[in-house]
Nanobody, 118 residues
Framework: QVQLVESGGALVQPGGSLRLSCAASGASGSIFKVYAWGWYRQAPGKQRELVATLISADATNYASSVKGRFTISRDNAKNMVYLQMNSLKPEDTAVYYC?????????WGQGTQVTVSS
C-alpha cells in the first residue's frame, strides 16, 4: 500500500497562487505499481470532484473549470506529486485530496484546506 500526505493548503486572495504537495510513501514496489496520480477536491455540501490526473506516461487531464490555471506534476525521485494553482477563484475553495491508483489498490490522503477569499 501507499500512504499519501498533502500539504500547502492556505487562505489566499482571489487571483493568487498556491502549490499543493503530496508526499507518497510505502514499499517501493507499491509506489511503482501506481499508474495514475490525481488531485480531487470537495467543497462544503458538494460531492468530491476530479481536479487533475497524471498517468504514468505523463499524460495529464484537467477538469474544465481549472484547465489553463492548474498544473499537475510529479517528481519521481522524491515521490512527490504537486498541484500548482494560479488565478485562484473563490469557487476553488475546498478540501483538496491526493489520490493514487494501482490495479490492486486506491489510496487517498487526508486532505488539505484551500480557501480563496478577500
Amino acid at each position: 500500500q501507499v500512504q499519501l500526505v498533502e500539504s500547502g493548503g492556505a487562505l489566499v486572495q482571489p487571483g493568487g497562487s498556491l502549490r499543493l504537495s503530496c508526499a507518497a510513501s510505502g514499499a517501493s514496489g507499491s509506489i511503482f505499481k501506481v499508474y495514475a496520480w490525481g488531485w480531487y477536491r470537495q467543497a462544503p455540501g458538494k460531492q468530491r470532484e476530479l481536479v487533475a490526473t497524471l498517468i504514468s506516461a505523463d499524460a495529464t487531464n484537467y477538469a474544465s473549470s481549472v484547465k489553463g490555471r492548474f498544473t499537475i506534476s510529479r517528481d519521481n525521485a522524491k515521490n512527490m506529486v504537486y498541484l500548482q494553482m494560479n488565478s485562484l477563484k473563490p469557487e476553488d475553495t475546498a478540501v483538496y485530496y491526493c489520490n493514487a491508483r494501482a490495479s490492486t489498490f486506491i489510496t487517498w490522503g487526508q486532505g488539505t484546506q484551500v480557501t480563496v477569499s478577500s
